[in-house]
């Protein structure tokens, strides 16, 4: 499915555009003053010097790595552990003012209220903790409602937390309600065998399934196994693909996975351990396959003729 990738701006945003869409996340991320040195009392290593209450207390912490620390669980991941390193901006398209110019999905909804409601402290990123008060676990379950029915999704926290949390948010902030399925891919896979591939993928914010473009101002870490087999309703996060002539390498591929998702309608040796996988279809398999057959455009690889929206995508949990 030859869609050639396009290398990823790794260039934070211009202070312009952050102050616009970023700012309630960068306030307070400013350098703070190093904590006084102690004087050693004796020949004896020092002890550590106690540390003031407040903000300041981190100053005397060892160093900080390149990599925040994950939490103890990683259902409870920040948002910002979960962004990947040096990758929170606003991507625009080749035509700035098809998306970021316009500020718009291809839904109507705006990008920046968008990640306000899922960044900001408390809101729908931080609601998203799938475990209750007392620390339980919680199944999650996905519904897609479109017009030709609806699939239902079992989601893996325990395998994709991170993806599963912002999948989680996306569907509560109604960022899919009237996007589509953009991409239909039906063709046969690169072996002796001839084996057919097949797979439904949705949720562009630009509506066009550019491999480059899939985020509204961030991209999630990969969550990668080499246990999760892609069969027959393998949900997964799409990130940019990549090919042999491109400068982008395969590592940087992976971290451009954030809105856009895929369904397989069969086996795909070739994407496990390389796609983060973070759900299986139990319901509407039916449904996914009826959409993967409508007509494709002759002039546009896999781009439907007429794609098929996603009216709403609701998240229901339950305790295990």
């Given at each position: 499915m030859a869609v050639r990738a396009r290398r990823c701006n790794r260039?934070?945003?211009?202070?312009?555009?952050?102050?616009?869409w970023l700012g309630a996340f960068l306030i307070g991320c400013g350098?703070?003053?190093?904590?006084?040195?102690?004087?050693?009392?004796?020949?004896?290593?020092?002890?550590?010097a106690p540390a003031p209450p407040g903000p300041a207390a981190q100053q005397?912490?060892?160093?900080?790595?390149?990599?925040?620390?994950?939490?103890?669980?990683?259902?409870?991941?920040?948002?910002?552990?979960?962004?990947?390193?040096?990758?929170?901006f606003l991507e625009p398209p080749t035509d700035t003012q098809k998306l970021l110019g316009a500020g718009v999905t291809n839904a109507g909804k705006s990008?920046?209220?968008?990640?306000?409601?899922?960044?900001?402290?408390g809101g729908l990123w931080?609601?998203?903790?799938?475990?209750?008060?007392?620390?339980?676990?919680?199944?999650?379950?996905?519904?897609i409602a479109t017009d030709l029915g609806v699939i239902k999704i079992n989601l893996l926290p325990d395998a994709a937390p991170a993806q599963v949390r912002n999948f989680v948010a996306l569907a509560r902030a109604g960022y899919y309600d009237g996007l589509r399925f953009d991409r239909t891919v039906r063709r046969d896979f690169a072996d002796a065998k001839g084996t057919l591939f097949e797979c439904l993928q949705g949720g562009c914010p630009e509506g066009t399934w550019d491999s480059a473009y899939g985020s509204i101002g961030y991209w999630?870490?990969?969550?990668?196994?080499?246990?999760?087999?892609?069969?027959?309703?393998?949900?997964?996060?799409?990130?940019?693909?990549?090919?042999?002539?491109?400068?982008?390498?395969?590592?940087?591929?992976?971290?451009t996975a954030a809105c856009k998702f895929y369904i397989t309608l069969s086996k795909a040796p070739?994407?496990?351990?390389?796609?983060?996988v973070f759900g299986k279809v139990t319901q509407g398999l039916e449904v996914a396959r009826t959409i993967l057959m409508k007509?494709?455009?002759?002039?546009?690889?896999?781009?439907?003729v007429q794609p098929v929206v996603i009216r709403s995508v609701t998240i229901e949990t339950r305790e295990e």
């Open positions: 260039a934070v945003a211009q202070p312009a555009l952050v102050g616009l350098a703070q003053s190093p904590a006084p040195e102690t004087t050693p009392q004796s020949t004896a290593a020092p002890a550590a005397s912490a060892a160093p900080t790595t390149a990599a925040a620390p994950r939490d103890i669980d990683p259902r409870r991941v920040s948002f910002k552990d979960a962004v990947a390193a040096g990758m929170i990008i920046g209220v968008l990640y306000e409601k899922i960044s900001a402290p931080d609601q998203a903790v799938l475990l209750t008060p007392a620390g339980k676990k919680l199944a999650c379950t996905a519904t999630i870490v990969p969550e990668l196994s080499e246990s999760a087999v892609h069969e027959e309703g393998t949900v997964g996060a799409w990130h940019e693909e990549v090919v042999a002539d491109e400068e982008a390498t395969g590592e940087e591929a992976l971290e070739f994407m496990d351990g390389n796609y983060t007509p494709v455009r002759q002039d546009e690889e896999y781009r439907p």
